[in-house]
């Protein structure tokens, strides 16, 4: 089973306007990572944001917040504010109790455009 | 900050050939992870080291193989390649674990393998 779903494979949004996207997981573990990262057309993978499964706060950083909802088991990623720059595909991971691995498991994907 | 270094950036083989991809983990950063990211695809875990030990094994064909050694760098040894093992291949490092499910993985900037 796939233990991260992003159901969006593309999404747009204009310029300066908010955009969520969505991301759900799968796993019995009591304690896990959740992580977005940013991969542009170079192709490099860039860390955005982390939520702890028992942080009782959602993650903000900067213009990115994470909607965590744990009874629903999904991370959406909201990104406020969109610039031209967050174009990219976006990528929700997942790294579970390291007693049951060091592997990041990812979904999909979402490729984010920006509009002007 | 210093950041994974990942040589070479770009490579191309014919089919058959070997190739040897480097990694070179952040200073301080014991455990190495190695993904493959094929045309519009997720990354995909492969191997995983710690402290010079193979720590965990995702989906490595057989035809690879990798270690890390003393001074923690790794390499991810491909030999008879296929079209089909064209993809970007990522190299990881993290901090000891301690028992903490938050231990970010620093990517790479990817080496970008063609099989011809």
């Known amino acids: 089973a796939q233990k991260i779903t992003q159901t969006q494979p593309g999404m747009f949004v204009q310029e300066k306007e908010a955009v969520t996207l969505d991301c759900t997981y799968d796993?019995?573990?009591?304690?896990?990572?959740l992580f977005w990262y940013k991969q542009p057309s170079s192709g490099e993978m860039i860390f955005l944001i982390y939520q702890g499964s028992y942080d009782e706060q959602n993650a903000t950083e900067g213009r990115y917040s994470l909607n965590f909802q744990k009874a629903r088991k999904s991370a959406n990623l909201v990104i406020s504010a969109s610039q031209l720059g967050d174009s990219a595909m976006y990528f929700c991971?997942?790294?579970?109790?390291?007693?049951?691995?060091?592997?990041?498991?990812f979904g999909t994907g979402t490729s984010l455009t920006v509009i002007p | 900050a210093a950041g994974v270094i990942q040589s070479p950036r770009h490579l191309i083989k014919e089919k058959r050939e070997t190739a040897t991809l480097k990694c070179y983990p952040i200073p301080r950063h014991d455990t190495v992870y190695w993904y493959q990211q094929g045309p519009g695809q997720d990354p995909q875990f492969l191997i995983s080291?710690?402290?010079?030990?193979?720590?965990d094994k995702g989906s490595i064909p057989d035809r690879f193989s990798a270690q890390q050694f003393s001074d923690y760098h790794s390499e991810l040894n491909m030999s008879s390649l296929e079209l089909g093992d064209s993809a970007l291949y990522f190299c990881a490092s993290s901090l000891p674990d301690w028992g903490l499910a938050y231990n970010e993985q620093f990517f790479g900037p990817g080496t970008r393998l063609t099989v011809l």
């Open positions: 991971a997942m790294r579970e109790s390291p007693n049951t691995g060091n592997q990041f498991y």
């Open positions: 796993t019995s573990d009591q304690s896990y990572g």
């Open positions: 080291f710690y402290e010079k030990m193979q720590s």
